[in-house]
C-alpha cells in the first residue's frame, strides 16, 4: 500500500482500490467488512451506537434517552453530552485496536442521531428522539453531530449518521412493509428539516435510509430522496458525491423484495438500492452482487471500489495513527466513499440493470435466491 503522504489522498486512494479484485471490492459495501490482509487492510464492522453514551461497548458514562436530553431545550448541552461520548468512544476504538479487536460496537462510524419527528407514543421508538417539534430536533441534532465529528480542520472524531432517512416514525410492527404518503408540503416543513440541518448545517458525514416506503418507493432505494433531494438540493456527498456515504437500516435491502415487494430477488433489491444511491448495506444482501456481477463483468468494471474503506479504517489504514490526532480525516471520507459514491448516477443505473438483467430469478421457498444462494435473516434495526 502506498504511504506516500506527498501525494493527494485521491492517488493514495486510487492506488489502493486499483489493487483490489472484485470480490474484494463487493466485500467492502457490507456492514461486517472482512480485512484483505495482502493489503493491509483490518476487518471493520460498521455498526456503532451512541444515542446517550457508549454503554453497548463495555462500561460508559450513560446520559439520559435523547427524549430526555430534548426536554433541557439545551443545544449546548447536548453538544457537550456529544463531546463526552465521542471522547469515550474513541478511547474504546483505540483500545479495541490494540487490542487487535474489530467487532461491533468498537468502531467509529456511528448510528446517531435519531431526529425522526415522535408525535404519536404507539410508535415504539420515541424515547430515541427528541421529540415532536421540527425545529427544537434540528437544533439538537445539529448540536450532537458537531460534538459527535469535533472541530478539527482535517479531521474526523467520529462519523455521525442522522437516522432513518425518512418520515421513519411508526408504527413500529409494520415498518419492514408499511408505505406512506404524506402530503409534500408536511414532508417539508415536519419530517426533512431535521435532516436538512444536520446535513447543510451540521456536516454529517453519513445519513441512514429508513424501512418504509415514502410515496411508493423504499426510503433505501429511493431517488426522490437519495438522489433529488440529500445529493441535489442539499449537497451531500460535496460536488462529486464522495465526501458522504449512505447506509441502510439494517436489513432494509431484504425488506426491497422480501416485505415491500418491489422486486423479486435479492440481486434486485441490491441493484435498485445500489442505482439509487446507498452505498452500504447493514445486512447481506449486498453480497447477491457478486454473482449477477460475474455473469456480467464489463458492467461491473464501472464499480471504482473500496471507497467506503477511507471512512471505515480512516487513517488507520493510510496514516499511521501515531502520527494523527485522529485517525479518521474528513479527507479520508473519499475514499471511504470510493465504491459506489463515487459511481455517478449514469453509471450506477448501467451497473444495476446489468444485475437486474442477470440475476431476475424467483427466490427460493427456503428465503435464499434461486440464483444466488443469499438468504437473510431479519435484524434487530438500528
Request: aromatic share 8%; glycine share 10%; proline share 6%.
Amino acid at each position: 500500500m502506498n504511504y506516500d503522504r506527498t501525494l493527494a489522498v485521491q492517488e493514495r486512494v486510487a492506488d489502493l482500490v486499483s489493487r483490489m479484485t472484485l470480490e474484494e471490492k463487493i466485500s467492502q459495501m457490507g456492514f461486517e467488512a472482512p480485512a484483505i490482509e495482502r493489503l493491509g487492510i483490518p476487518a471493520y464492522n460498521w455498526w456503532n451506537e451512541c444515542l446517550h453514551g457508549v454503554g453497548r461497548a463495555g462500561v460508559a458514562t450513560v446520559f439520559p434517552q435523547a427524549i430526555g436530553l430534548a426536554a433541557t431545550w439545551n443545544p449546548d448541552l447536548l453538544y457537550r453530552v456529544a463531546t463526552a461520548t465521542s471522547d469515550e468512544a474513541r478511547a474504546k476504538h483505540h483500545e479495541a485496536l490494540r487490542r487487535d479487536i474489530h467487532r461491533h460496537y468498537s468502531g467509529l462510524t456511528h448510528w446517531t442521531p435519531n431526529v425522526n419527528i415522535f408525535r404519536d407514543p404507539r410508535w415504539g421508538r420515541g424515547q430515541e428522539t427528541y421529540g415532536e417539534d421540527p425545529f427544537l430536533t434540528a437544533r439538537l441534532g445539529v448540536a450532537f453531530v458537531r460534538g459527535m465529528q469535533g472541530d478539527d480542520p482535517d479531521y474526523l472524531k467520529l462519523v455521525a449518521t442522522p437516522k432513518h432517512f425518512a418520515v421513519h416514525s411508526g408504527p413500529e410492527s409494520g415498518r419492514h412493509a408499511f408505505d406512506v404518503y404524506p402530503g409534500e408540503r408536511d414532508v417539508r416543513e415536519t419530517y426533512l428539516p431535521a435532516f436538512e440541518a444536520c446535513i447543510r448545517e451540521g456536516g454529517a458525514a453519513s445519513i441512514m435510509g429508513a424501512y418504509n416506503r415514502l410515496n411508493g418507493e423504499p426510503c433505501c432505494a429511493s431517488p426522490a430522496l437519495l438522489q433529488k433531494i440529500l445529493r441535489e438540493e442539499w449537497g451531500f456527498g460535496g460536488p462529486d458525491g464522495v465526501d458522504g456515504h449512505i447506509v441502510s437500516d439494517c436489513w432494509a435491502i431484504r425488506d426491497i423484495y422480501a416485505h415491500h415487494q418491489v422486486v423479486k430477488t435479492p440481486a434486485e433489491a441490491a441493484a435498485l438500492a445500489v442505482k439509487n444511491g446507498c452505498d452500504l448495506n447493514c445486512g447481506h444482501t449486498y453480497g447477491a452482487l457478486l454473482i449477477a456481477a460475474v455473469r456480467n463483468r464489463s458492467a461491473w468494471l464501472l464499480l471504482p471500489g473500496a471507497a467506503l474503506l477511507a471512512q471505515q479504517v480512516g487513517v488507520a489504514v493510510l496514516n499511521p495513527a501515531q502520527d494523527a490526532r485522529y485517525m479518521m480525516g474528513s479527507l479520508m471520507l473519499a475514499v471511504l466513499l470510493l465504491p459506489l459514491a463515487s459511481v455517478r448516477p449514469r453509471d450506477r443505473a448501467t451497473v444495476a440493470d446489468a444485475v437486474t438483467t442477470a440475476a431476475a430469478a424467483p427466490a427460493g421457498s427456503d428465503g435464499a435466491d434461486a440464483t444466488t444462494g443469499v438468504r437473510e435473516a431479519p435484524g434487530d434495526g438500528c
